[in-house]
């Protein structure tokens, strides 16, 4: 009897990375990548990669799952039915939210989380940690336990009345994550204008779906995202930018970047695909393409993917968040709903990588000049494990996870609501035709879909356990008021 050295061997795909793409086999034994290379030994199970991409699963770094809203609102998702779609999607992890509410204890917040994941999820998985109960407790002595039992980033609202958190608590959990080493990840829009713009467009009769484009002012972004690095500049804070929607606000991050500031950022499809003008529809229907901050303009889509290009922003996340076109979702205010009363948010866990591959391998988005496939790998995978500190996710590299999506790169679909795997019942990029299918998907070397269909189990998933890692890492830069060189001598960080 010959002995197979190998549990799996992927054979003759083009093998893609962050900086290059070849042909070879990749071998997995006990999870992990063993080798890469020609001519590689017997595998127990082969796959034939011949025509195919053969990249890492995707890395989702901002999902909303089983989680209630910033209006009070449960979604759609479960982490079984959440992390389903993320596998048929392309996605062997997944980082969603445990959500603190006001009034809410954030340990037994994080555990509540943990206890449905560990039920639920089929693909790994991390979780930020949202605050908007900024206490004595939660500050002192829960995120300073909670870090360091690995769970290294904070996610903070500066806007939504009943989960903002003001500039002064922002600046104290800015300090404690400084001190415990936590990535800050921000929503960052003005709140007074939204709210504002909100309640005047409402009282003249501006009721419709397509309003909300407009009551977020485009400057609310820049405002909230100059005054958010500014403040991290005084406590030299690493932050992550989440959801980038306009020209000025990756004008700003751009600039803060060149200054040696650490901050990160992110767009999502919603932004480089859609526009405001999505969401004018008949009725409620433009409801479905209602998120926040809500889709720009075609000049915008531009500057983002430039930026992309760039380095100004570094990772392309779905803010997968889910709600059902009902009463449970986006019509729970009655059938009549101004868009205030409308939950924001809409699902993209199964169509970021599809939609991104199209347009970055397929069609070859002209900002990347011929390097569109290391740029997808890079933006949807190998650089959010680095950012967020994933060891051994995000590359196809011996010793990492062996955590592996095969493409057929000519593969022409038609996204539709049917297709979709999660409970949200609709998605936003219905219609879309994308070249490119990750057909089969490999978490931790078990193939958890083919064919399209299922393999792993709920539960199968595992929670990673992170420290803030390097982009945690505070730059020893001081601004003048906290250098005690030339604060007169005052210690404060
Ligand atoms: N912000 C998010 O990050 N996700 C959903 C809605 C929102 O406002
Ligand atoms: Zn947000
Ligand atoms: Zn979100």
Redesign the pocket.
């Known amino acids: 009897m010959t002995t197979q050295p190998f549990d799996l061997v992927i054979r003759g795909g083009t093998v893609g990375t962050s900086t290059a793409h070849f042909v070879a086999d990749v071998a997995v034994k006990d999870g992990r990548i063993a080798a890469i290379g020609t001519g590689l030994g017997q595998g127990a199970r082969e796959i034939d990669a011949t025509g195919k991409f053969v990249l890492p699963g995707g890395i989702d770094t901002h999902a909303h799952v089983e989680q209630v809203s910033a209006g009070g609102l449960m979604n759609a998702d479960t982490f079984e039915s959440a992390t389903t779609s993320a596998a048929f999607g392309g996605n062997t992890t997944l980082v969603s939210f445990a959500a603190q509410h006001r009034g809410l204890d954030l340990r037994k917040v994080v555990d509540d989380y943990a206890a449905l994941a560990k039920r639920g999820a089929l693909i790994d998985y991390a979780f930020h940690m949202i605050v908007a109960n900024p206490d004595e407790k939660t500050i002192k002595e829960d995120l300073p336990a909670l870090i360091k039992e690995g769970h290294a980033s904070i996610k903070v609202?500066m806007t939504y009345d009943l989960i903002k958190v003001d500039d002064e608590p922002l600046l104290d959990l800015m300090l404690t994550a400084r001190e415990h080493r936590a990535l800050i990840c921000v929503?960052a829009e003005n709140h007074g204008m939204i709210s504002w713009m909100g309640k005047k467009l409402v009282e003249r009769g501006y009721t419709a779906p397509k309003f909300h484009a407009i009551s977020h002012p485009r400057g609310s972004e820049s405002e909230a995202f100059t005054r958010l690095i500014t403040q991290a500049a005084l406590i030299d804070q690493p932050i992550m930018i989440?959801?980038v929607s306009t020209a000025e606000g990756a004008a700003v991050i751009r600039q803060a970047r060149g200054q040696g500031l650490k901050v990160f950022a992110e767009t999502c499809p919603q932004y480089l695909f859609m526009t405001k003008a999505d969401l004018d529809k008949p009725g409620l229907e433009g409801a479905k393409w209602m998120c926040?901050p809500p889709p720009r303009e075609t000049t915008d889509q531009d500057a983002l993917w430039q930026a992309l290009a760039l380095g100004d922003l570094q990772t392309v996340s779905s803010?997968h968040a889910p709600y059902r076109f009902d009463e449970s979702g986006k019509l729970s205010a009655g059938p009549n709903p101004n868009f205030k009363q409308i939950a924001n948010g809409l699902p993209g866990l199964e169509t970021r990588l599809p939609l991104m591959f199209d347009a970055l391998v397929s069609k070859g988005r002209p900002e990347f000049a011929g390097r569109g496939l290391e740029a997808f790998v890079d933006l949807t995978a190998t650089s959010p494990a680095r950012i967020y500190n994933l060891p051994g996710k995000g590359a196809i590299q011996p010793g990492y996870d062996a955590d592996i999506a095969i493409w057929d790169p000519s593969r022409e679909v038609t996204i539709t609501d049917e297709a979709m795997h999660d409970l949200t019942g609709f998605t936003p990029f219905a219609g879309y035709r994308v070249t490119g299918w990750p057909e089969t998907v490999i978490r931790r070397g078990e193939v958890v879909v083919s064919d399209g269909t299922l393999h792993a189990k709920a539960g199968s998933g595992r929670w990673l356990s992170r420290t803030g890692g390097p982009a945690a890492e505070p730059t020893g830069k001081l601004v003048l008021e906290m250098d005690p060189q030339r604060n007169f001598g005052a210690t404060i960080l």
């Open positions: 609202f929503h989440f959801h926040s803010d």
